[in-house]
């Protein structure tokens, strides 16, 4: 294991691992293998196990008495990690609506970037994203590939509300808004997706950290046709 790592208690419930590594996907594979490793492993212990970017927080069921056991158990687990590859996840398609009513700040970017709306929306969809974590709100996800070509920065004032379903950029990310939120991330089109569903029993979230994802270009008649039909039959 070549990954350079720190441990830290947070509460007394609540250990970080923070890796000293900048983001890519063999990042991401280790964090993803080392989270259900734990869960499996040690699921008498641990609560909870949430990634980021670059660090694992561990929730434990009950109070850390003794943090250097617990950070001696956790190197145990990290050095003994044979990581497997978890990212060949089948792409999942989420279709947008890029239409001027959706897409708010479309102008603004092809203006900014010297790049036409068409330009903007073929490089945005064409790119095969990765789900790195769920965070921001329930059931929203942080994702790595855009192309540089659309890097932008946030917006200086944020909205007081974006749609769920409001496909943004902001900064080097993109990412769907999955419930209606203040918002700071420059809107680009809408998806009819449902990505948070409080009252599914069994999984709340559509998408999970390690899922790939591609946007698919869709009219307003097929987005209308579409939110119709997911509201029915959901996921």
Known sequence: MSHKFRIFQINERSILVEFDEEINENLLNHLLYLKNKLLTD????????INSYNSL???????????YEAKKDLLEQIYDSKIVNILDSPIK???VCYDHDYGWDLELLSEDLSLSVDEIIKN??????????????PGFPYLGGLDSSLFHR????????IPSGSVGIADQQT?????????GWQIIGRSPIQLFDSENPTRYCYLQAGDKIQF???TKDEFEDIQSQFNYNKW
């Not at 040690?42 to 196990?49: A, D, F, R, T």
């Not at 945005?124 to 709100?137: D, K, M, N, P, Q």
């Not at 990412?175 to 918002?183: A, R």
């Open 124 to 137: 945005h969809s064409e790119a095969v994203y990765t789900v790195y974590f769920i965070g921001f709100l």
């Open 154 to 161: 946030r917006k200086s004032q944020p909205r007081r509300q």
């Open 216 to 218: 698919e270009p869709i």
């Open 175 to 183: 990412g769907i808004y999955s419930l209606d939120s203040p918002g």
């Open 93 to 95: 398609k989420i279709p």
């Open 42 to 49: 040690k699921h008498e212990l641990i609560l909870q196990v």
């Open 57 to 67: 927080l561990i929730i434990y069921k009950h109070t850390i008495n003794n943090f």
